[in-house]
């Protein structure tokens, strides 16, 4: 296949249009472009949001009065599993690598990412495993069906047997392995491949929260990808896990990855809210080296934390995993301190992007907050395997992370496609969006408080549980009328397009300086001079300067 | 300034020290030396990620479908193992034949860089 000669000076480099993604079957699945593989990232990860969505739908509807009246107890562990493992393994992280995978390039001024082949293998090995993983449904025995986290002996063979489980397994394996592959481009581009002038210390908040992102994914995933194979070994060939200790082990090994992976579905969102926040606020970020030092430091407290899943388990010690859990409220105080001062005295536009992301500041403090109570030993006795813990990991990944995850995509959507998202409908997607996650989320909270056990799809009217979860289903629809009005707005601003120009915000780093979408190789002319973590502010801050000193100087 | 291999190093060694305060509270080996050995296994990363004079060899591909053949013969084996080790057999085979392309594509395209 054709190479293009590397760009030493990024303005030597051909380009092959402005288009989001190329054109022509072969370019569609085979260019190695970055932009492209990213966009392909984010848009299966749309549809398999959509999929797991869609079994949130189904569960929620089941849940919504006491009893069994629309799937079987097996069907509705199939609909929990392939839920949860789809929004984790198949949506969330993908979904945050994708950005790293497309805007990090960008934000150091590289040319392309690291190995752009193994990027690209990255993204249809992912593919694979969520094909294979869903798969499992048009198996005899249904899907994989011992929960996204699943516990041993609950996923070995004699308890959950058939192929639908192993395809699971495999799945998970081969999507893991592809977000990993894609983890390695990313650090290496923000580590290696920087512009002449862009030293560490002027890397945009985002690629930083990348930098602390991928550091994780190289660190935790490759265990639970041994973790998954060795369950597999278990399952068919020999027990790994089945002697004394073992499921202790097992649970060691998955939660080694399980607890890192929240933050990778969290950090990349961060970085975006923080870039989403300085631009919309018209300040420069504050705090910028705290910010770094407390995501490095974030990001190594949360790869000691992961034994907090096991609390009641009785075979780790509480004080460790209670102490450093209670740890990371420092560095994530910080963060909040930051974000929160880089508006203070700014001059803020609530745009649609700023809505998300003040969204994702305020829930994603309910998801914290109660991450506090769970990393609390004696509380988590009390709420382990509750819906009480469903509603926190639901406010850190969905009101949280998804929050996030839509200001970055409002955010960035002119850069990648040259026309920006309805305003209008934004703002309608924003608020029915805020809506349906609380009236669908809090009441978990008392569900759980009150003993309502997660993974469970049928509960006795006597337990009082109906009225809570009629309340939450109704938020679950809720949920589901804002996702379409947000595909109805993809749609209609691609289809209608409005073109914005290549800085439609004022942005503050690299990615703002090129054309939208950007040319094969990135960038066309010089890039601008790179004096710091906003090198478009300082551009602006000196061209205002001089232009006062113009006028100073003409005035009589 | 700091440079990378001080951010890898860094981080390696944050996760050492968290191990090793993790090993004052737990004996169990194979818990600590979840931290321990991930931290170890940082270096050979590190090596490739940062190798010198990388840059300056970089020719850009603009397609590459050998890496699709590979990606997808993974697959393959994958599902293999699931439904049938023919299709293992199979994917193996589509294996050989993406690498064998996609080793004479990196030739082609380091023949490039060079002239």
Avoid at chain 2, 69 to 83: E, K, S, T
Wanted: include cysteine; glycine fraction near 10%; charged fraction near 10%.
């Amino acid at each position: 296949m054709s190479a293009a000669p590397p760009p030493a000076d990024a303005a030597a480099a051909a380009t092959i249009g402005a288009k989001a993604l190329p054109s022509g079957p072969l370019g569609l699945v085979a260019s190695a472009d970055h932009k492209a593989t990213a966009v392909r990232i984010a848009a299966v990860g749309l549809i398999f949001f959509i999929a797991s969505g869609l079994l949130a739908l189904v569960m929620r509807t089941e849940l919504a009065q006491p009893g069994l009246q629309m799937v079987s107890e097996g069907t509705y562990n199939e609909l929990f599993t392939m839920h949860g493992s789809g929004m984790i393994y198949l949506v969330i992280t993908p979904f945050a690598l994708a950005l790293g995978l497309y805007f990090v390039p960008l934000q150091v001024g590289a040319a392309e990412v690291w190995s752009p082949r193994l990027a690209l293998a990255g993204f249809w090995i992912y593919v694979a495993g969520g094909l294979i993983m869903y798969s499992g449904f048009l198996t005899s025995q249904g899907s994989g069906r011992a929960g996204w986290a699943p516990t041993y002996p609950l996923v070995a063979d004699h308890w959950t047997p058939g192929i639908g489980m192993d395809m699971w397994v495999l799945g998970v394996i081969l999507a893991v392995l592809g977000m990993f592959l894609v983890g390695i481009c990313v650090l290496a581009t923000a580590l290696s491949l920087r512009a002449p002038g862009m030293t560490l210390l002027r890397m945009p908040p985002f690629t930083w929260a990348l930098v602390a992102t991928c550091l994780m994914v190289i660190t935790s995933f490759p265990v639970l990808i041994g973790a998954m194979g060795m369950l597999e070994w278990d399952r068919h060939i020999s027990p790994v896990f089945s002697s004394s200790g073992g499921p202790a082990l097992w649970q060691h090994l998955f939660w080694f990855y399980g607890h890192p992976v929240v933050y990778v579905m969290f950090f990349p969102f961060v970085g975006a809210v923080a870039e989403v926040v300085s631009t919309f606020s018209r300040r420069r970020f504050f705090g910028y080296r705290l910010f770094v030092v407390s995501m490095l430091l974030f990001a190594a407290l949360s790869m000691s934390v992961w034994a907090h899943h096991m609390f009641t388990t009785g075979q780790v010690t509480n004080q460790y995993y209670s102490l450093t859990s209670h740890a990371l409220i420092l560095p994530a105080g910080i963060e909040y301190f930051d974000l929160i001062a880089t508006m203070i005295g700014g001059s803020i536009l609530l745009r649609t992007p700023m809505l998300f992301a003040i969204g994702f500041i305020l829930q994603f403090f309910i998801g914290g907050a109660t991450g506090i109570i769970v990393a609390s030993p004696p509380i988590d006795y009390h709420v382990h395997d509750s819906f009480f813990v469903v509603g926190h990991f639901h406010y850190t990944l969905f009101a949280g992370s998804v929050f996030g995850f839509f200001a970055a995509a409002y955010f960035w959507f002119p850069k990648v496609t040259g026309v920006s998202l309805r305003e209008g409908l934004g703002k309608l997607h924003f608020w029915l969006l805020v809506i349906g996650t609380n009236v669908a989320f809090f009441p978990m909270f008392f569900l759980g408080f009150d003993g309502m056990q997660r993974r469970i799809g049928n509960y006795p009217a006597s337990s009082g549980f109906g009225d809570l979860n009629l309340v939450s289903t109704i938020g679950a629809f809720v949920i589901a009328v804002a996702i379409l009005v947000f595909l109805v707005n993809l749609f209609v601003s691609l289809r209608r397009r409005r073109p914005v120009g290549d800085d439609p915000w004022g942005g503050q780093s690299l990615e703002w300086a090129t054309s939208s979408p950007p040319p094969r190789f990135n960038f066309r002319g010089r890039l601008p001079e790179i004096t710091s973590f906003a090198p478009l502010l300082d551009r602006r801050e000196r061209s205002g300067e001089a232009g006062a000193r113009r006028e100073a100087e003409a005035a009589p | 300034m700091i440079r990378p291999r001080t951010v890898l190093a860094g981080w390696g060694t944050a996760l050492v020290v968290l191990g090793l305060i993790l090993l004052a509270f737990e004996p169990t080996e194979y818990v600590w030396g979840l931290l321990v050995g991930s931290a170890l296994a940082l270096a050979p990363f590190g090596a490739i990620m940062l190798l010198p004079g990388r840059r300056e060899e970089r020719a850009l591909p603009d397609m590459s479908l050998p890496t699709v053949v590979v990606a997808a013969a993974l697959g393959l084996i994958a599902l293999g193992l699931a439904v049938g080790v023919w299709l293992a057999a199979v994917g193996a085979e589509v294996l050989a034949v993406g690498l064998f392309v996609l080793i004479r594509e990196l030739r082609a395209q380091r023949r490039a860089g060079r002239s």
